[in-house]
């Protein structure tokens, strides 16, 4: 089945510092992929649609310039948390519509941890 | 944009009972309502879908109801076992416009 590589999974950094996160389609092309932060026993929220070749759409109240998306190629987002603090802290996780019929597939998940 | 309410956060049932979770949504443009399986620390699993234009979807032990009039779904499982025992989210959304929103989720908790 459609596979979305996420990496890394674990990441700790100091404050201040940017860290970035990858999340590729293994075996399928995705011109959009999703992502998301998770905070400790809450739900999945929104954060941005990537777009590939064009412009992320984020979600309102998401900073854009602290979370910056790229989307350079039909397998590969990116996503840059900049000038990190520790309120960033969270699990990212990235999904991406795998081509069937109104399926998507969940990246495996980073837990940034800001120090 | 779409909210998304889910009850009850936390549900405990003993094994072999069913299981009931309730969503809301607020946009009536919404047409896809996804439900995902989250097992502690991994990513969440689709478990079961259902589309705007039927009412009612069953895989095996799981079911979905969907009430477009009253913008509600819900999730049916039965014949609990303890590895159902995990985080369930519902979702809503367009399919079209590919963003969907999460409910607060719901911990089941199957008790052998």
């Known amino acids: 089945g459609a596979v979305v590589s996420q990496h890394p999974s674990r990441v700790i950094c100091k404050s201040g510092t940017s860290v970035k996160i990858e999340c590729r389609s293994l075996?399928?092309?995705?011109?959009?992929m999703f992502w998301y932060r998770q905070f400790p026993k809450q739900s999945l929220m929104l954060m941005a649609t990537?777009?590939?070749?064009?412009?992320?759409?984020?979600e309102q109240g998401v900073e854009k310039d602290k979370f910056l998306i790229n989307h350079a190629s039909l397998t590969l987002s990116t996503l840059t948390v900049t000038s990190a603090h520790p309120e960033d802290s969270s699990f990212y996780i990235c999904?991406?519509?795998?081509?069937?019929?109104?399926?998507?597939?969940f990246g495996s998940g980073t837990r940034l941890t800001v120090v | 944009g779409e909210n998304v309410e889910q009850h009850p956060s936390t549900l405990s049932v003993q094994e072999g009972d069913s299981a009931v979770i309730k969503c809301t949504y607020s946009d009536s443009a919404s047409n896809y309502f996804p439900w995902y399986k989250q097992e502690l620390g991994k990513r969440p699993q689709l478990i079961i879908d259902?589309?705007?234009?039927?009412g009612e979807k069953k895989d095996q032990r799981i079911a979905v109801t969907l009430n477009k009039t009253a913008k509600h779904f819900s999730l049916h499982i039965t014949e609990t076992q303890p590895e159902d025992s995990a985080v369930y989210f519902c979702?809503?959304?367009?399919?079209?416009?590919?963003?969907?929103?999460f409910g607060s989720g719901t911990k089941l908790n199957v008790k052998p």
């Open positions: 259902i589309r705007s234009n039927v």
């Open positions: 979702a809503a959304g367009i399919y079209n416009f590919n963003k969907f929103y």
């Open positions: 999904s991406a519509p795998d081509g069937t019929n109104y399926g998507y597939t």
């Open positions: 990537s777009n590939e070749g064009s412009k992320a759409t984020y």
């Open positions: 075996d399928f092309q995705a011109t959009t």
